[in-house]
């Protein structure tokens, strides 16, 4: 399997599958893992107290800032330092806001702030590439195997016009060795299948 063209860039499979794709996941457990306190927060369910800016933190090479504040409980039981809330604010340090902790991540502004629709619309969003991406990965290529097959890609794109040879060597399971040649041309049609590859029973 080659995870470059012959140009030596990351071919678009590669991009998709193994990059793309899990990043999308990433995105999506996040929502969906903070859909729930979100509605909580909208609700009113969860504690209620004041949020108070300690700090404000900058990373290196980020173009933003992020609030991090101390949120105390009305009836003081519920206590955390260094906590977002959601939606950000654009608070000076010792300044307060009303929240609720609705046992997320962060705490949320009365009312839940926009988490309570953002989070279920992203959600929605992003469900739709991770469901491709099933489909276009994992799922073509258990379908692609069913018949016990093996397959991998083989690029020619960029190469110059000429007869390419690919070399397929195997160990059966009696312990004997196979070799197979198969030759490929550039800008032509396609050839017919030879060295007997479109047997099933060839490998």
Known sequence: MS????TGRISWRTWWRYLAGPVLWA??????SQIGPSWSAHLGHGQAGTWTVTRIACERGSHGCSDLGRFVSADGSDVRSDVQISGGSSLRVGRSLRAI???GAKVYPVGGGHGWWAYPAATALLAVPCAVWIWTFPIAVLRRRSDHRLVAVVDLRGLPKSTYNVVIKARLRNGHRARWVRSYRTCIEPLPPSNDLDNPRAL
Do not use: K, Q
């Open 101 to 103: 902790d609705a046992g």
């Open 3 to 6: 995870f470059y063209t012959p």
């Open 27 to 32: 995105l999506l457990a996040v929502c969906i």
